[in-house]
């Protein structure tokens, strides 16, 4: 079979493998979509950094590089273990791509996801989404519902991710939102907050591409930052700030627009994950009461909050994913078509789906 893996820095390349055996608590899962994410962007441009070092394999899964990258996938399931009862070929599935160690002190408290040993599927793990066949624990299959196409199981990943940031920030109906930065998660922010019942949704993003889909995910007003002064019309429209920020851009200016566009007593959930460390003027948050707090990823193991959540949630229609979606490549080409449009910084792409040749 056909797999993309991960040799180096800027070293992605496609080749042969032998489709892998099932163990007794797996299932096999062919492929029909994956989602290329920042993450995989980052191990592109300056990897290893979820992708364990060469010589140094995963205390869980063993792996170590060349691993096979893709984390956000859906597909169908091929094949089942001989201990797995609960799913049988033929069902139509997402991944969660979480594999915690379930013994480390973390894992004890049901924090999975800060689990000290935590792996992921198409990272740290033999298998991963970028091929026409991968092996996952059963443990981290979800069924998906008759009316959401398989193709859609890529995105219920990155959604678990605005799922439990907009959970962890509290987001109540009635709500007044801003969201720095609508790339894919950005965007999947402003449609989990639109589903948790945010009344007034704001956007700061540069790229004008980007500024439409958001409006298309059901942004009330977006803002040009280098255009406009976002906290002013953030601060003015709403008499004195946003109920809750949500920060997604990664960089410095997003921080302090996200801290200063809040109210008093306001919440600041940080979403994205920062190449650099940045300077804060902590009076920013002690003088006006604000609340800072962080979010990573989404639970995994026994847990399955945010997976089933966004799953009924796309069932019933409540969020619309397909504005996610900018392009459909073949496996084949994913380096070009792929991380080489992703990485520039001109492109107007937010989430490319990776489909295996039939
Ligand atoms: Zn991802
Ligand atoms: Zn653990």
Redesign the pocket.
């Known amino acids: 079979m056909e797999v993309a893996k991960w040799h180096g820095q800027q070293d992605v390349r496609v080749g042969e493998d032998d489709i892998p055996e099932t163990g007794k608590n797996e299932v096999r899962i062919k492929v029909e979509a994956a989602?290329i994410?920042?993450?995989?962007l980052h191990e592109y441009k300056a990897g290893p950094i979820f992708v364990p070092n060469f010589g140094e394999p995963n205390p869980i899964t063993g792996a170590e590089p060349p691993v096979p990258l893709g984390?956000?996938f859906g597909g169908v399931v091929d094949e089942v273990g001989s201990d797995v009862t609960e799913f049988s070929p033929g069902d139509s599935v997402a991944v969660n791509?979480g594999i915690a160690c379930g013994s480390c002190r973390y894992c004890d408290e049901g924090m999975y996801n800060q689990c000290e040993k935590l792996a992921f599927v198409g990272l740290s793990a033999k298998s991963g989404g970028f091929a026409e066949y991968a092996t996952v624990p059963a443990s981290n299959v979800h069924r998906l519902p008759d009316n959401v196409p398989t193709e859609y199981g890529a995105l219920v990943?990155?959604l678990s991710?605005c799922l439990r940031a907009v959970r962890r920030a509290g987001i109540q109906a009635g709500d007044s939102v801003a969201v720095f930065g609508t790339g894919?998660?950005g965007l999947g922010l402003v449609l989990c907050a639109t589903a948790a019942g945010a009344e007034q949704i704001f956007v700061s993003e540069p790229r004008d591409a980007r500024r439409q889909l958001a409006t298309d995910a059901g942004a009330d007003t977006v803002i040009d930052p280098t255009e406009m002064d976002a906290v002013a019309e953030i601060t003015e429209a709403t008499d004195g700030g946003v109920d809750i920020a949500l920060e997604a851009t990664g960089v410095q200016p997003g921080f302090e627009d996200a801290i200063q566009s809040t109210r008093p007593d306001g919440q600041v959930t940080i979403v994205s994950i920062s190449e650099d460390t940045f300077e804060i003027d902590t009076n920013s948050i002690v003088i006006p009461e604000r609340n800072i707090n962080g979010t990573l990823?989404y639970q995994t193991g026994p847990i399955k909050t945010e997976f089933e959540r966004v799953i009924n949630l796309l069932k019933k229609e409540k969020i619309d994913p397909s504005i996610l979606v900018t392009d459909r490549i073949n496996l084949k080409n994913i380096v070009s078509d792929g991380f080489e449009r992703l990485t520039d910084p001109e492109s107007n792409q937010v989430k490319i789906l990776v489909k295996p040749e039939e």
Not at 37 to 40: A, L
């Open positions: 989602g994410c920042g993450t995989d984390h956000e791509p990943e990155p991710v894919p998660i990823a």
